[in-house]
């Protein structure tokens, strides 16, 4: 059981790149978030996915998209990347049903650097 | 204004001391109110989590809950060195989104 998995754990990119982080978990669960983790910012969320074939715009979608692949994966997209989208980037998901007790596991993590 | 506030810190407390961390949230609709401990490098993981106007314990742990202030708090007892992270108050807004404070650092030094 290896919970939220997500890959590459580091990645470089040059201004106008383009590249997709991978991320899967493993627990069932409905929902999927993806977040970006700035220092003094906290994270804050890019997109969520409340169920398989849903998804839905956060706090800072732009220069953003997403794919939910199947219940398990949940892929996020930079189609031309920028300096300011340098971030750690979280995957997380929850068993979230409509109830309060929602906990979010997150992943390792993807740390980004844009050139 | 930022929907969660927590101060930056860091917070240093003795070996042994109780740490105390503190939220405020701006939308009075809030219910459901989570603390996370992220160590250096490493992602959130759940510590507490609290729904009701009160204390909540868990061990060392005690998650507290005002809501007519707009303040939850989280006072960790007999700190510990392993204790030192940064703590990151969320609030959940409608559906299953999380609304996350920039978080307190605490140090605990031995």
């Known amino acids: 059981n290896a919970g939220v998995t997500q890959t590459p754990k580091f990645q470089v990119l040059k201004t106008g790149q383009s590249m997709t982080l991978q991320c899967a978990q493993d627990m069932n669960h409905n929902s999927m978030y993806w977040y970006r983790q700035d220092p003094g910012m906290g994270l804050r969320l890019i997109y969520y996915?409340?169920?398989?074939?849903?998804?839905d715009k956060g706090e800072v979608p732009n220069g953003y998209n997403v794919s939910r692949l199947n219940k398990r994966e949940f892929s996020l997209r930079l189609e031309s990347a920028a300096p300011s989208q340098t971030s750690v980037y979280f995957c997380?998901?929850?068993?979230?049903?409509?109830?309060?007790?929602?906990?979010?596991?997150f992943g390792p993590g993807t740390r980004l650097t844009v050139l | 204004q930022k929907e969660v506030e927590q101060n930056s810190g860091p917070l240093s407390v003795p070996e042994g001391a109780i740490a105390s961390l503190n939220c405020t949230y701006s939308?009075?609709?809030?219910?459901?109110f989570f603390w996370y401990r992220q160590y250096s490098g490493k992602s959130p993981e759940l510590i507490m989590s609290i729904y009701s106007n009160g204390d909540k314990e868990d061990g060392r742990f005690t998650a507290q809950l005002n809501k007519a202030s707009q303040y939850v708090s989280l006072l960790i007892r007999d700190s510990q060195p392993s204790d030192s992270a940064t703590y990151l108050c969320?609030?959940?807004?409608?559906?299953?989104?999380?609304?996350f404070g920039a978080g307190t650092i605490l140090r605990v030094k031995s």
């Open positions: 969320a609030v959940r807004q409608y559906g299953n989104k999380l609304v």
């Open positions: 997380a998901s929850s068993d979230f049903d409509g109830r309060r007790t929602d906990t979010q596991y």
């Open positions: 939308d009075r609709g809030s219910q459901s």
């Open positions: 996915s409340a169920s398989e074939g849903t998804t």
